[in-house]
């Protein structure tokens, strides 16, 4: 029986366990299963091994590491995620940018989330 874990503002590290998979763990936190993907290391998404991590965000969106070779923006990252106000990463608590402006340039190696961010298709193999 899966359990459904309620609303949350902060990311959880889940730990997989025997008979886990991303579409019953998805369910449990009433996610998408691309958000859950978006947000870990694909090796590990795709196959499930006892006892590894895995990073469950608090709603549906994508994980975004700032890239230090790019002059990356809340605007650039913002376009690149399908989402129309870039205030939206700015003022999600977790990321702590609320101080910045959507033009700033923001510091390589930066890990962002993008509520309601959409990363790449990701095809599941049954």
Known sequence: MIKNVGPRS?????????????????????LKSESIAWCNNRKIVFVLRIGDPLTIPPVDGSCHTVLGTKE??????AQQFKITDPNVILEYPINNLS???VTDKL?????????????????WNP
């Open 10 to 30: 902060e990311f959880v590290e889940y730990t997989i366990v025997r008979g886990d998979t991303i579409d019953e763990i998805s369910k449990r936190y009433n």
């Open 72 to 77: 990356e923006t809340a605007a650039t990252i």
């Open 107 to 123: 510091p390589g190696g930066l890990k962002v989330f993008i509520p309601g961010g959409v990363a790449e298709p990701i095809t």
């Open 99 to 101: 101080d910045r402006q």
